[in-house]
C-alpha cells in the first residue's frame, strides 16, 4: 500500500508571509493513463474537507490564487504565497493513484 | 453546483448495522467514481472505499479495516450513493462522508458535510 506522509506536521506562519507544505509517496504516483493523482484539500476549524488543488498543480474553481501545487513522481508541495486568516486549518494531500486510496497525517496551518 | 449530501448516521451498538446515503446533484453522477472517507473526532481522514462507474462493471474496493463488512453500491436512477455497514465496531466511530473522486474522465471536486456514526453500547 502507499503511504503518505507530510512535514511538518504543525506550520505557525505570520500573517501575508509565504507558507510551504511537503508530501511524500512510498510509491510513483504517476497512473498508467499518464495522470498523477496527487491532490491537495484544506479542512477548516468544524467544517468539511475541500479540495484546493487537483492532479499535482491544477487550482479548483473558486480557490486563491495564492495556493499553488507542485510536483511529480513521489515529492510534491503545497505553496501558500502570502497566508491570509481564512487559510488556518489542516492541510491534506491524498493520492488516488493506487487502491487503496490514502491521505497524509495532515498538516496544521494556524498564525504565529 | 455539484451538491453531496450525507444521511443515515446516529448510534449503533457494537455489532449491528447502518445504512449511509449521499445524495448527489449538480453534475453526472453516473459518471463519476464515488469514494466513502471517515474521520475520527480528533484524527485525520481514513479512506473507506471506492465504486466505479457502470461502464467500468461498478468495481468497488475497500480499506482493509473495513473489507468484508462495509459495501458500497449506487443508484444512478436515484444520483445516490450507499454505504453499508454490518458487524460495526467502537472502531468505527466517525464522521462519513462521500467525496467525488477524481478519474481520468471526471475530476470535479465534491464532499458532503458529513454524517456521524456513532458505535456505542
Known amino acids: 500500500d502507499v503511504v503518505m506522509t507530510q512535514s511538518p506536521l504543525s506550520l505557525p506562519v505570520t500573517l501575508g508571509q509565504p507558507a510551504s507544505i511537503s508530501c511524500k509517496s512510498s510509491q510513483s504516483l504517476v497512473h498508467s493513463d499518464g495522470n498523477t493523482y496527487l491532490h491537495w484539500l484544506q479542512q477548516r476549524p468544524g467544517q468539511s474537507p475541500r479540495r484546493l488543488i487537483y492532479?499535482?498543480?491544477n487550482r479548483d474553481s473558486g480557490v486563491p490564487d495564492r495556493f499553488s501545487g507542485s510536483g511529480s513522481g513521489t515529492n510534491f508541495t503545497l505553496k501558500i504565497s502570502r497566508v491570509e486568516a481564512e487559510d488556518v486549518g489542516i492541510y491534506y494531500c491524498m493520492q488516488s493513484t493506487h487502491s487503496p486510496r490514502a491521505f497524509g497525517p495532515g498538516t496544521k496551518v494556524d498564525i504565529k | 453546483e455539484v451538491q453531496l449530501v450525507e444521511s443515515g448516521g446516529g448510534l449503533v451498538k457494537p455489532g449491528g448495522s447502518l445504512r449511509l446515503s449521499c445524495a448527489a446533484s449538480g453534475f453526472a453522477f453516473s459518471k463519476a467514481w464515488m469514494s466513502w472517507v471517515r474521520q475520527a473526532q480528533g484524527k485525520g481522514l481514513e479512506w473507506v472505499g471506492r465504486?466505479?462507474?457502470?461502464?467500468?462493471?461498478?468495481?468497488?474496493d475497500y480499506a482493509a479495516p473495513v473489507k468484508g463488512r462495509f459495501t458500497i453500491s449506487r443508484d444512478d436512477s436515484k444520483n445516490t450513493l450507499y454505504l453499508q455497514m454490518n458487524s460495526l465496531k467502537t472502531e468505527d466511530t466517525a464522521v462519513y462522508y462521500c467525496?467525488?473522486?477524481?478519474?481520468?474522465?471526471?475530476?470535479?471536486?465534491?464532499w458532503g458535510q458529513g454524517t456521524p456514526v456513532t458505535v456505542s453500547a
Open positions: 492532479k499535482v498543480s
Open positions: 467525496m467525488i473522486e477524481c478519474s481520468s474522465t471526471i475530476c470535479l471536486p465534491g
Open positions: 465504486i466505479k462507474i457502470k461502464s467500468d462493471g461498478v468495481t468497488t
